[in-house]
């Protein structure tokens, strides 16, 4: 399970191959998913981190630059 700092799963979202958006747990090198939409791959990301208390999403632009993080955990 990729963890950053504090023990958090932290998912990315970042350009896959054939213009597709891949989602990946940070430490893992194979794609959780694949979608033709960014929106849809940041969609299910979170959805991904709202299971998991204090996981985070890490979004990438086409370059492959993290343009954010958001802390998408569950908490309560």
Request: charge should be negative.
């Amino acid at each position: 399970m990729g963890f950053d700092q504090k023990g958090t799963a932290v998912f990315c979202v970042m350009p896959g191959d054939a213009g597709q958006w891949s989602v990946l747990e940070e430490g893992f090198e194979k794609a959780l998913a694949s979608f033709d939409d960014r929106g849809d791959a940041i969609e299910y990301a979170q959805d991904l981190a709202a299971t998991k208390d204090g996981s985070k999403v890490k979004v990438y632009d086409e370059d492959g630059q993290s343009s954010a993080v958001e802390d998408r955990g569950f908490h309560g």
